[in-house]
């Protein structure tokens, strides 16, 4: 409770910020809801105002963990995760144009064991806004302090949650936003800054973390998955000498990129999210526009998944260079890329019609569209920079300073492939505690795992694509929950 005693004259879970009720699901909430805007420069509707959702924990709000989600892009809606992933409901497309979408309990939401905090982050993005559109000019690491400060005002509106441990998961470019979120934190907490958050670990799923890792982990994945052949493989060793990422910038003309081109023809029209699910090709991809241009960091499938309802429809262009590695510098956001590359794509429309709708708009407590303009699941409106390098300097100091990490993949995706992921943990050269072996869900094999000192997981989950908890979501709710308790997964 010391924790909480130099905030106890701040008012617990405003109440202008419950919510009460939410068009198209028809009973009662199993636990609390909360959501509404938290200005982090004081500036109003000139300043940067974030959106947030809170879902209290369904189990023991009072004691259980408080998680913040972050998507990626950079510039994709984290009810992304809301709507697709873990969030509290399924959500059912209407059967007929014009009609709200039905919300149904999700029996795989991750608030079954912990309070959530789903965030649209940096301003720009989702349903987060600025009147003063210089604000959304930005960059991890001034992402990573926005978020921070937005940390620390919501504890202070909520300061019932202060004494709750605390962690940030997050996936795909997210893979860069929660490092960078966790080592500000942790200077705050070393700092002596209030309130005092209670940070304990973090998580990241298939997420970006290194130029050259990443850059490089694409061929060992497409050839150990049996997509190129042998002798595919062998040529781009001899041209490449390992280093696949430089293809990205090679002359047409060296060996190397002309294997690589190779590699394009071998992989051409496979699902880059989830190599395993199936792809609609546009009748010409090189022309093809995305209803309301809005392009995630993630393309789910609509088949082979325990949610009971259809969730979003999925179309795709070619598969490489489906992203190249994520270098220095402004980042390409995915509206752009889909006009100047073949790319993945989505039509969203069951979150599109229900975050656009001014009813539950104002059953949430957004902002009118004339405010905080439509919501998209990923926005060209911010300008966004790669400033803050490798993340892997981020993740040795993070767990060197005693916080427990989990790094998680869907091994089925392309787009990230867990190749790297494994890489890069392996990299950091900690001592094996628990070495490479099944994990078991509902008793059977859901995937493997390799534990490090320093309180390092690696953990793969198998079938899963590039958002592993809404392909598998019983076994990432499983995987989670053990996490989060301290229990072996």
């Not at 892009?73 to 144009?97: L, M, Q, T």
């Not at 998209?376 to 790669?386: G, M, N, P, V, W």
């Not at 094999?445 to 979501?473: C, D, M, R, S």
């Amino acid at each position: 409770m010391l924790l909480l005693s130099h905030w106890i004259s701040v008012q617990a879970a405003p109440a202008q910020s419950l919510v009460t009720q939410l068009p198209g699901f028809s009973s009662t909430f199993p636990s609390k809801h909360y959501s509404g805007y938290i200005s982090i420069d004081g500036n109003g509707e000139s300043g940067k105002n974030l959106f947030y959702y809170f879902v209290s924990s369904e189990r023991s709000p009072e004691k259980d963990p408080v998680v913040l989600w972050l998507n990626g892009g950079p510039g994709c809606s984290s009810f992304d995760g809301f709507v697709y992933e873990h969030g509290p409901f399924n959500f059912e497309a209407a059967k007929s144009k014009g009609n709200l979408p039905t919300l149904h309990i999700n029996p795989y939401s991750w608030s079954k064991v912990s309070n959530m905090i789903y965030l649209d982050s940096p301003a720009g993005v989702g349903l987060s806004y600025s009147k003063n559109t210089s604000k959304y000019a930005t960059g991890d690491l001034q992402t990573a302090t926005d978020t921070h400060l937005f940390l620390s005002k919501w504890f202070e509106q909520f300061p019932e949650f202060l004494a709750n441990p605390f962690y940030i998961a997050g996936e795909s470019y997210a893979g860069v936003y929660v490092p960078t979120l966790a080592l500000e934190v942790v200077k705050g907490i070393r700092s002596g800054s209030k309130p005092v958050i209670n940070f304990k670990g973090y998580m990241v799923g298939n997420g970006v973390t290194d130029e050259i890792i990443d850059g490089n982990a694409l061929i060992p994945f497409v050839h150990g998955m049996g997509l190129i052949s042998d002798s595919i493989y062998e040529d781009l060793q001899a041209s490449c000498k390992g280093s696949y990422y430089n293809a990205y910038s090679m002359d047409e003309n060296d060996l190397c990129f002309k294997n690589m081109e190779k590699v394009d023809r071998a992989i051409d029209g496979l699902n880059v999210y989830n190599i395993l699910e199936p792809c609609y090709h546009f009748p010409d991809a090189a022309t093809a526009t995305v209803n309301g241009s809005s392009l995630p960091h993630s393309f789910q499938q609509l088949g082979a998944t325990e949610r009971p309802l259809p969730v979003r429809t999925r179309m795709f262009g070619r598969a490489w260079p489906f992203r190249a590695p994520v270098k220095a510098g402004p980042v390409t956001l995915w509206p752009q890329l889909a006009e100047t590359r073949h790319v993945a794509c989505v039509s969203d429309e069951v979150a599109s019609a229900w975050l656009n709708n001014v009813e539950v708009r104002k059953a949430i407590h957004a902002e009118s569209e004339k405010v905080a303009g439509p919501w998209e699941l990923c926005t060209s409106r911010i300008e966004y920079r790669h400033n803050a390098g490798s993340m892997i300097p981020y993740h040795k100091k993070l767990t060197l300073l005693g916080y427990k990490a989990l790094i998680f993949s869907g091994d089925h995706d392309m787009c990230v492939p867990f190749t790297g992921s494994e890489a890069w943990t392996r990299s950091l050269g900690y001592k094996i505690v628990d070495e490479w072996r099944p994990w078991n869900s509902d008793n059977q094999v859901a995937g493997y795992l390799q534990a490090y000192q320093n309180n390092l997981t690696f953990l793969t989950i198998k079938g899963a694509g590039h958002t592993v908890p809404e392909y598998k979501p019983r076994e990432a709710l499983d995987f989670y929950s053990r996490w989060l308790e301290g229990k072996a997964i």
